[in-house]
């Protein structure tokens, strides 16, 4: 049964001036949405006559696919195209009507689409609903023109109020190529059957993917995201494609899966992104992107050959990633001095030419060397508020730990060393960490808080540190050494000692007192001079292990002080050829 355009737009106009829903005869399309919104869909439509028999309207009733038309006669093939036919001209009228009416919106709910080509110029001044829509193939065309290097649009197609395609399905090629969405799209389950190309899409406000469907290539290249854009629970079956992709107002990809290939090369990812637990696929790519906020990968699944080297990352969270056993993830050119990798294996990523985080002061770089990981420097600001603000020691060191062995597995040994350094510094300050206090703290707690200091300087890690950095610095071990000697040599001085060998001169003690007295007179300079060699030459015996004695301590306390000098020199010696073959072993 025909409907004619007259009949179509007095009915609506009665529907739109008495606001009441209309009596439905058995002549009024029957289809129904499988939910309810703020008002239950009625089609207000007539049915039409159809081979399948379903009592739907024109816009309503069951398109044929291509699959279908290939296996057509050439009579029932022209019955389609006529069919199709009719459906573009009413739509045209229906769309023109919609604008011209009082509607609120453009209602195209569960409107099924034959193959439909939407030309350069159009506008939609409504917000549009084509909610469970399903095309069979749906472009927008919009003519470009050169300018220099860059193509623009010449006229271009605009939705100046929201578009919502919630659930909408798109069985053939979707593009929406220089398409501007002045106050963003709704795309939420949408199912994308072939290819989806929104190549320089615009979306001017909040924009929504979520638990999309992209079963076949989806590319955004050079789209624009103006406000926040959702791609919560999307699937991107075959990759993703966000070349040079701008992301102004953030984007959230929470538990996304990417496919293989997945690009984000040149994009600008803004104002926070989330990538948290989302899946990437082999060969997935961020080069040269820029990220001047935020970003998240906290608990993501990366693949073999994932490459990482955005062209700026002020902020950033690998946090419990999972890796591939291949160890194919490349960190490469990024600055990671503000990066977290709490409870990632570090030991599976390739870190090439990248730069890590530095020690506040002058002093720890001399130290500490020029590299340590952002978690051991963040701020207790940064730290969860709801629990002490103390950071997770252990991690820190397992992470420590981990870089060590994968610069050492690279030959990279200074780098190596300075995360050495940093694991055992997480020691020393865990020894400290015992101590819980809070931002809200008690007087009890900012007691325990004095005693964590105590307690983070005075134990055998800040000990070992300061002999020998940690058996790194051969040179400190070794300034340490000669601070011994001399140490010991001026305590010999006073504690007392004599030669026992006939050719070191006439047998006399050597003994020296603060003050003198009848006992000790007032000695020269060249006196003492002399003196000291001989405790010098004492001390450097001990160190040396000679079997003869040159030397005795006169006295309790000279003895005492020989067994001191005995366990702390031969013990600081150690520590230094350690260093000395940690250094050059290699």
């Known amino acids: 049964m025909s409907l004619s355009l007259r009949s179509l737009i007095s009915y609506d106009r009665e529907r739109i001036t008495t606001g009441k829903m209309l009596t439905r005869s058995k002549t009024t399309c029957q289809f129904r949405l499988p939910y309810f919104t703020q008002e239950r869909y009625e089609c207000p439509h007539e049915i039409v006559e159809n081979d399948n028999g379903e009592p739907f309207c024109l816009f309503h009733i069951k398109k044929t696919t291509v699959e279908e038309k290939n296996q057509m006669s050439e009579d029932e093939l022209q019955k389609v195209n006529r069919l199709e036919f009719r459906f573009s001209n009413y739509f045209v009228h229906f769309m023109r009507k919609a604008h011209t009416s009082n509607g609120q919106f453009i209602d195209c709910r569960g409107f099924c689409f034959p193959e439909t080509n939407i030309r350069e110029g159009v506008a939609f001044h409504k917000r549009v609903d084509f909610t469970r829509a399903s095309f069979e193939k749906l472009s927008f065309f919009a003519s470009t023109m050169s300018v220099g290097d860059q193509d623009v649009s010449a006229k271009g197609i605009h939705f100046y109020e929201t578009a919502n395609f919630t659930e909408a399905l798109f069985k053939g090629f979707a593009g929406f190529i220089l398409v501007a969405f002045h106050k963003g799209a709704t795309f939420t389950e949408a199912t994308f059957q072939d290819r989806a190309i929104f190549e320089r899409t615009r979306f001017g406000d909040t924009t929504s993917f979520d638990d999309a469907s992209f079963k076949n290539e989806a590319d955004f290249e050079k789209?624009?995201?103006?406000?926040?854009?959702?791609?919560?629970?999307?699937?991107?079956?075959?990759?993703?494609?966000?070349?040079?992709?701008?992301?102004?107002?953030?984007?959230?990809?929470?538990?996304?899966?990417?496919?293989?290939?997945?690009?984000?090369?040149?994009?600008?990812?803004?104002?926070?992104?989330?990538?948290?637990?989302?899946?990437?696929?082999?060969?997935?790519?961020?080069?040269?992107?820029?990220?001047?906020?935020?970003?998240?990968?906290?608990?993501?699944?990366?693949?073999?050959?994932?490459?990482?080297?955005?062209?700026?990352?002020?902020?950033?969270?690998?946090?419990?990633?999972?890796l591939p056993r291949t160890?194919?993830?490349?960190?490469?050119?990024?600055?990671?001095?503000?990066?977290?990798?709490?409870?990632?294996?570090?030991?599976?990523?390739?870190?090439?030419?990248?730069?890590?985080?530095?020690?506040?002061?002058?002093?720890?770089?001399?130290?500490?060397?020029?590299?340590?990981?952002?978690?051991?420097?963040?701020?207790?600001?940064?730290?969860?508020?709801?629990?002490?603000?103390?950071?997770?020691?252990?991690?820190?060191?397992?992470?420590?730990?981990?870089?060590?062995?994968?610069?050492?597995?690279?030959?990279?040994?200074?780098?190596?060393?300075?995360?050495?350094?940093?694991?055992?510094?997480?020691?020393?300050?865990?020894?400290?960490?015992?101590?819980?206090?809070?931002?809200?703290?008690?007087?009890?707690?900012?007691?325990r808080n004095k005693s964590r200091i105590l307690n983070e300087w005075a134990n055998s890690y800040n000990l070992y540190r300061i002999l020998s950095n940690y058996g790194t610095s051969y040179w400190q071990a070794l300034i340490i050494l000669v601070a011994l000697i001399f140490t010991f040599s001026i305590a010999f001085l006073f504690a007392g000692f004599e030669p026992i060998r006939a050719d070191t001169g006439a047998p006399r003690i050597i003994e020296y007192n603060l003050f003198p007295d009848s006992a000790h007179r007032r000695a020269s300079a060249g006196k003492i001079a002399v003196d000291f060699r001989e405790s010098l030459l004492f001390t450097l015996s001990i160190i040396t292990f000679q079997k003869e004695r040159f030397y005795e301590p006169v006295g309790s306390q000279a003895r005492l002080c020989l067994y001191f000098a005995v366990l702390f020199l031969t013990a600081q010696a150690a520590l230094v050829l350690l260093a000395l073959r940690r250094r050059f072993k290699r």
């Open 223 to 322: 789209a624009i995201f103006s406000k926040s854009a959702f791609f919560r629970k999307t699937s991107f079956q075959n990759g993703a494609n966000f070349l040079q992709s701008q992301f102004e107002g953030g984007a959230d990809f929470t538990s996304a899966i990417f496919g293989a290939a997945t690009d984000f090369s040149l994009a600008r990812l803004a104002n926070e992104i989330d990538f948290s637990k989302v899946q990437f696929g082999e060969d997935t790519k961020f080069n040269s992107t820029i990220i001047p906020d935020k970003i998240s990968f906290e608990r993501a699944s990366l693949a073999d050959n994932f490459r990482f080297s955005p062209f700026c990352l002020p902020d950033a969270k690998f946090t419990s990633l999972t």
């Open 327 to 447: 160890g194919n993830v490349t960190f490469e050119k990024v600055d990671l001095s503000r990066a977290s990798f709490l409870d990632t294996n570090l030991e599976l990523i390739t870190f090439r030419d990248v730069k890590w985080a530095r020690p506040a002061s002058r002093f720890g770089v001399l130290f500490r060397g020029s590299r340590c990981l952002y978690d051991e420097l963040r701020p207790a600001t940064d730290l969860s508020r709801s629990v002490a603000a103390t950071r997770d020691y252990e991690k820190i060191a397992e992470n420590y730990r981990q870089l060590v062995l994968n610069y050492e597995r690279k030959r990279d040994y200074d780098s190596a060393e300075d995360f050495h350094v940093g694991e055992m510094e997480m020691r020393r300050k865990k020894k400290g960490n015992r101590a819980t206090f809070r931002y809200n703290a008690s007087n009890s707690d900012k007691f």
